[in-house]
């Protein structure tokens, strides 16, 4: 039986990888570049750790290298949250760990700084190196599945895998020309221990280490990339403040053909190797697949050369792909699909996400009447491949603008009050001229729109369920209550069915392991809809 922890999404710091590297933004004054040597407070506030890291390195560890002591304390207490079961060890740590042996001094102790401009351009890299001394740990610590003795310069005398093959500690630099390449802007410089060695810089085509002024004072940027969409501010939270600050952020969108834009997400998009598992490289100069824009959040900070004017810093970023559909019934037009969307670390949790997907959805719907639209609308909007935090967005942000649509316009949906909650008919399948409407309407897929329909239905559900705690106190209230409940049980279970037939058809358990597998299902969607009722829009 497979492990759970192989299928549950990982979290920053939790691979031994992942807690031999850290990430740093610039300090929100643009006044203070960051520095070694800086103290808490500013720089821990813009501080976080990658979440993803097998892109780089293969199993998420390093070979021969284990993280600094206190960073590898904090991964027992991230893995000891991360699995959510109380009776679990303590002292154990992920599964990434077991390729060390702890009772060998050779080990050495790694950790990886990479400061990134504010622009998100370029970044420096500070190596620490430390050699390992073992820690008494109470005798929690489990003993490792493979045991492997590496010495700071290379292969161990004798010391080899299972299969036979030898362990090579990497070269600091293979970690830096080979591995932190992959998922970092340009580097410019490198230092470890304090010392510089810069022969270590990566040379290769694109690499600005001598191109510094472009992006103006201290790597901020002195303008937008592409034409600005909105304006509006948010508190930022964490570090050692009392006090949350608030900031100015703007979002932008950027043609993907102007050879700036190209230019300037060739050198940021490697970051997102760090935070979303299936992460590549787009090439914005490529139209095989479609033309691309790039949505661009940025967070304003006042500029130290005038007070009246602002420098930008790079928050986040979300690539669009316009695929033309000339035979798309009823008629054609463009399809837009969200390729990647990445949103760092300081800023989650504040709204931003959501600002910049309803932000797609006004593009969208303002397409037509722009110059560059050539007559033809956006249709839809959809996804490619999204990640489980994405889909909880995506489905939030959707049943917000259905609940806005639905409000404004109830003329058009009075299949949706036709009936009580209490009837059965309220819970029959939606007709797809329905689901149609409002997919065309809200720019959506008829998925999504079947989705946002029975999350209104649950809401209404819960809402006269409420309503009969000061009315109906009769003994059959609970029995009433639970048919209702099953009617929306069964409507939601009859989409699943015909949605994920071949799974059910797989089922080699017959009707019980077919029930079973919709019930967990239904489960599952159920409780994310609840997620979805409990957020708010900021």
């Known amino acids: 039986m497979a492990d759970l922890t192989d299928i549950k999404e990982p979290v920053a710091g939790l691979s031994a990888a992942s807690s031999c590297i850290r990430i740093s933004l610039s300090p929100p004054s643009p006044s203070s570049p960051p520095t070694p040597s800086s103290s808490p407070g500013e720089q821990e506030l813009l501080q976080f750790r990658p979440v993803y890291t097998h892109q780089c390195f293969e199993k998420e560890f390093i070979p021969g290298w284990t993280p600094l002591l206190n960073a590898e304390q904090e991964s027992r207490q991230i893995c000891h949250s991360w699995k959510d079961n109380s009776e679990s060890d303590d002292g ?5 760990y077991q390729h060390f042996r702890r009772d060998q001094p050779e080990e050495a102790r790694l950790d990886v700084h990479v400061l990134l401009s504010p622009s998100c351009e370029n970044c420096q890299i500070e190596i620490k190196t430390e050699k390992y001394e ?4 109470g005798g929690t610590e489990p ?11 290379g292969i161990a005398p004798n010391d080899t895998q299972h299969d036979g093959t030898q362990i090579k500690q990497l070269d600091i630099e293979d970690i830096v020309k ?13 230092t470890i221990n304090g010392n510089s060695r810069n022969e270590l810089v990566p040379t290769k085509e694109g690499n600005k280490a001598n191109d510094k002024e472009e992006s103006g004072s201290l790597g901020y940027l002195p303008q937008p990339i592409g034409q600005v969409l909105k304006t509006y501010h ?11 600050e608030e900031s100015k ?10 050879p700036k834009v190209a230019k300037y997400h060739h050198y940021i998009q490697p970051l997102a190797r760090w935070f979303i598992e299936t992460a590549d490289d787009v090439d914005l100069s490529d139209t095989s697949r479609g033309s691309w824009k790039v949505m661009y959040l940025f967070r304003c900070h006042d500029s130290p050369s005038s007070p009246q004017s602002t420098t930008l810093s790079l928050a986040g970023y979300i690539t669009l792909l316009h695929v033309h559909s000339p035979f798309r019934k009823p008629r054609p037009g463009i399809i837009v699909r969200v390729c990647q969307a990445l949103i760092l670390p300081p800023y989650h949790r504040a709204g931003h996400a959501s600002e910049m997907l309803n932000s797609v959805h006004d593009y969208a719907n303002q397409h037509s009447t722009t110059e560059e639209s050539s007559g033809m609308d956006i249709l839809e909007i959809n996804v490619e491949d999204p990640a489980p935090a994405f889909v909880a967005l995506r489905d939030s942000v959707d049943y917000h603008r259905f609940v806005s649509f639905y409000l404004d316009d109830k003329t058009d949906m009075n299949y949706l009050t036709e009936y009580g909650v209490a009837d059965k008919e309220y819970f029959l399948p939606v007709l797809e001229e329905h689901l149609s409407s409002v997919a065309e309407s809200m720019k959506i897929t008829k998925r999504q729109s079947q989705i946002v329909h029975e999350i209104l239905k649950l809401q209404q559900l819960e809402k006269w369920k409420q309503s009969l705690g000061s009315i109906d106190k ?10 209702v409940e099953t009617n929306y049980r069964l409507m939601v279970k009859k989409t699943l069915r015909s949605l994920r037939k071949e799974e059910l058809g797989a089922c080699q358990g017959g009707k ?3 029930k079973a597998l919709l019930g967990r299902w239904f489960d599952e969607a159920l409780s994310h809809y609840r997620t979805v009722l409990r957020s708010r829009i900021k």
């Open 178 to 190: 080979q591995k932190m390449s992959l998922a970092v802007p340009p580097i410019v410089s490198v």
């Open 234 to 244: 948010r508190k930022i939270k964490g570090g050692s403040r009392e006090s949350a």
């Open 92 to 96: 154990e740590l992920h599964k990434s």
């Open 249 to 258: 952020f703007v979002i932008a969108l950027a043609d993907g053909s102007d």
């Open 143 to 153: 003993d490792p599945k493979r045991v492997k003795k590496v010495t700071f310069g």
């Open 474 to 483: 009769s003994k059959n209230k609970e029995e009433l209550i639970q048919q």
């Open 512 to 514: 019980e392991e077919q």
């Open 134 to 137: 073992p820690t008494n740990n």
